[in-house]
C-alpha cells in the first residue's frame, strides 16, 4: 500500500490517509455569513471523495474580522447548531473536519464591513491603499477572547479540532511580522513580543477546549516582505508552538501584497482587470510580466520550508503548496519532509480526487494551476468552483 493511503493521528485524531483539503474560501455562505445547502453540498462532496482531513475555509471570529463576503461568522451560539449540520454530515461518509479560525485584520476589505479595518499597526494595505486603526490594548484582548469563544463553538459543534490561522498575511501573521507590527507596547518589537498575541490566542483556545482537543496552525515559513518572518524566526515561533502544545504545523508562505506568491500558477489577466477602473487597468498591464515571473509555478514549492521545520519540531508538519505529483507526495512522507499532504485548488476541480488517485496508482492530478478559481473567490468573491472550461482528465 502506498504511504499516501496509510493511517495517521494528530494528537487523540486519528486520520484514514495522509491527504489534507487546505482551507479554501468558500463564498458559499449567506451574506450573512450563515450555512447554506450549497455549502453543505460542497462538504459533502469532499467528506465522499476520500480526502481524510478536510480544514474548512476561513471562519471569521467576529464580524470585523470578516475579511471578504459570504464566509461564515461564527462569533454567537446560534451558529452552533448551522455548524453541527456539516459535522454530521463530513463524518458521516468518513472523513474528519477541523475548523480555520481567523481574524483579516488589515487585509479586510473596509468596503465590505462599512468601517475602518484594524491592525496591529497602521501600515498602509497596498492592495487597497487604506491604512488601518491601530488596536487598542482593550480590542487585542477582546480579540484573543473571541478566538477562544469561537473554538468552543465549533467543539461543541462536533468539529474535529480547529487550525488557528497565522499565515497569508491575516492578523496573527501581521503581529508576528515586522513588516506589519511596528508596535513598542508588549505586544510588538522583539520576535518574542511579535508571538505573544498567537500564544495568548493558543492558551486562551486551549482553556475553552481543553487538553486533548487537537489544535493546529497554519505558518508562513517567510513573509517574502521586507521586514516579514523568515524562515529563522518561523522555525523559532514553531519550537515555542510544540513546547506548549500545539498538535500539528501546517507549512505555506507569502502575504497578500505579494500576488500569487501563496498560490503560484498562471495569471488571467481578463478576471484581475475585471470591475478595474483605468488606473488600475494600467498598473495591472503594467506589473503582469513581473508578477507572472515571480508567481511562476513549480512543484511542491514550499516543500523544503517544510522539511526544515520537521527537523525541529516533533508534532506532525503538513506541507501545503503545489504538491501535484503522486511521486512527489509519497517521496516527502518516506523521506521524513512531511507527515501530511495538503491541497487546495486540485480539490476545488476534483473534490473525489483521493479516491481517483487510490484506485488508480498512475491518476494524474488535472488542475492545471489556472488560478482562474483564486482570483475569482479573492478577487470577485464568487462562490468557489472551478473556472477552468477545459474538459476534466
Known amino acids: 500500500m502506498s504511504v499516501l493511503f496509510t493511517e495517521g493521528r494528530i494528537g487523540i485524531l486519528s486520520i484514514s490517509n495522509r491527504f489534507v483539503r487546505s482551507a479554501t474560501a468558500e463564498c458559499l455562505a449567506s451574506d450573512d455569513g450563515r450555512i447554506t445547502e450549497e455549502y453543505l453540498r460542497a462538504y459533502e462532496r469532499l467528506a465522499k471523495g476520500g480526502v481524510g482531513l478536510i480544514i474548512s475555509g476561513n471562519m471569521y471570529i467576529n464580524a470585523i474580522g470578516k475579511a471578504i463576503p459570504r464566509m461564515l461568522v461564527i462569533d454567537k451560539d446560534e451558529m ?219 512543484e511542491s514549492y514550499f516543500l523544503t520550508y517544510a522539511a526544515e521545520i520537521k527537523k525541529h519540531v516533533d508534532v506532525p508538519v503538513i506541507a501545503v503548496g503545489g504538491m501535484r505529483h503522486r511521486e512527489t507526495m509519497e517521496r516527502a512522507l518516506r523521506d521524513g519532509q512531511a507527515d501530511y499532504i495538503s491541497m487546495c485548488r486540485p480539490f476545488i476541480r476534483q473534490p473525489n480526487l483521493v479516491n481517483l488517485l487510490k484506485k488508480d496508482d498512475g491518476y494524474s492530478i488535472s488542475c492545471t494551476n489556472c488560478n482562474r478559481c483564486t482570483l475569482e473567490i479573492a478577487s470577485h468573491y464568487n462562490p468557489m468552483k472551478c473556472y477552468n472550461s477545459k474538459s476534466f482528465s
Request: aromatic letters at 6%; proline letters at 2%; a positive charge.
Open 80 to 298: 452552533i447548531d448551522d455548524l453541527s449540520k456539516v459535522t454530521q454530515m463530513v463524518h458521516q461518509h468518513g472523513a474528519k473536519i477541523v475548523a480555520q479560525l481567523n481574524h483579516g485584520g488589515r487585509q479586510c476589505d473596509s468596503k465590505v464591513l462599512g468601517i475602518k479595518t484594524i491592525a496591529p499597526s497602521p501600515v498602509r494595505y497596498r492592495l487597497t491603499f487604506v491604512k488601518p486603526r491601530e488596536m487598542s490594548e482593550n480590542e487585542i484582548e477582546e480579540t484573543i477572547e473571541c478566538f477562544g469563544e469561537a473554538a468552543r463553538r465549533v467543539k461543541e459543534a462536533g468539529y474535529d479540532g480547529v487550525q488557528i490561522h497565522a499565515a497569508h498575511g491575516y492578523l496573527i501573521n501581521q503581529f508576528l511580522s515586522g513588516y506589519t507590527n511596528r508596535r513598542s507596547d508588549r505586544w510588538g518589537g522583539s520576535l518574542e513580543n511579535r508571538m505573544r498575541f498567537l500564544i495568548a490566542v493558543y492558551h486562551r483556545i486551549r482553556s475553552k477546549v481543553g487538553t486533548d482537543y487537537p489544535i493546529l496552525i497554519k505558518l508562513n515559513a517567510d513573509d517574502f516582505t521586507k521586514g516579514g518572518v523568515t524562515l529563522v524566526q518561523c522555525i523559532g515561533i514553531c519550537m515555542k508552538l510544540d513546547e506548549i502544545g500545539i498538535n500539528a504545523i501546517e507549512v505555506s508562505g507569502g502575504i497578500a501584497e505579494r500576488g500569487l506568491h501563496i498560490i503560484r500558477g498562471d495569471l488571467p489577466i481578463d478576471i484581475a482587470l475585471r470591475d478595474r477602473n483605468i488606473i488600475e487597468r494600467i498598473l495591472i498591464h503594467l506589473l503582469k510580466g513581473s508578477i507572472r515571473k515571480e508567481s511562476s509555478f513549480e
